[in-house]
T-cell receptor, first 114, second 113 residues
């Protein structure tokens, strides 16, 4: 079975600063998919960024980027120029090669301080 | 508007009273899935469906049933709810293919007393 670990239950960052959220996972699969989801107070789940394990290049989406270290099974999320609207719970997720099964971490609650 | 809808959004019920949470998507997605979210545990997958009449267990299927008779609908059935099924439930859908974006419904807050 796959496991996803987020070791930072809560984090805070000053507006306009950069913050990195950590995620590690455990799997015996060679190909898989990794995601970061954002859940604001509205509870809506929003995809932030995704990474395919067979791609070595780290994914980026505007102010969001990942540091994917396959050998270390690490998938951290970097948020640059933090904005108040980034305040949310962030979940790291692992998708199996078939895409049928998903495993989420326990989440990191991020607060952006004005 | 492309969306996943869930009903009801809030439900308080008693132990043992059968209930169904509906999920519907209008994007012609093949894949649909149910998750429960609990504090400190994140989201855990209950069941998923790859297409009509094709379903399979996720990580925490005990106490739940699903069916997929139509492509757009994927109801979650609790035949005898218990207090440990009090949770926030999400339905999600996406196109076939492993790396597609999952579109989540707004969530259903279920309380079982």
């Amino acid at each position: 079975a796959q496991t996803v670990t987020q070791s930072q239950p809560e984090m805070s960052v000053q507006e306009a600063e950069t913050v990195t959220l950590s995620c590690t996972y455990d799997t015996s699969e060679n190909n898989y998919y990794l995601f970061w989801y954002k859940q604001p107070p509205s509870r809506q789940m929003i995809l932030v960024i995704r990474q395919e394990a067979y791609k070595q290049q780290n994914a980026t989406e505007n102010r969001f980027s990942v540091n994917f270290q396959k050998a270390a099974k690490s998938f951290s999320l970097k948020i640059s120029d933090s904005q108040l609207g980034d305040t949310a719970m962030y979940f790291c997720a692992f998708g199996t090669n078939t895409g049928n099964q998903f495993y989420f971490g326990t989440g990191t609650s991020l607060t952006v301080i004005p | 508007e492309a969306q996943v809808t869930q009903n009801p959004r809030y439900l308080i019920t008693v132990t043992g009273k059968k209930l169904t949470v509906t999920c519907s998507q209008n994007m012609n997605h093949e894949y649909m899935s149910w998750y429960r979210q609990d504090p400190g545990l994140g989201l855990r997958q209950i069941y998923y469906s790859m297409n009509v009449e094709v379903t399979d267990k996720g990580d925490v299927p005990e106490g739940y049933k699903v069916s997929r008779k139509e492509k757009r609908n994927f109801p979650l059935i609790l035949e005898s709810p218990s207090p440990n099924q009090t949770s926030l439930y999400f339905c999600a859908s996406r196109l076939a293919g492993p790396n597609g974006e999952q579109y989540f419904g707004p969530g259903t807050r279920l309380t079982v007393t």
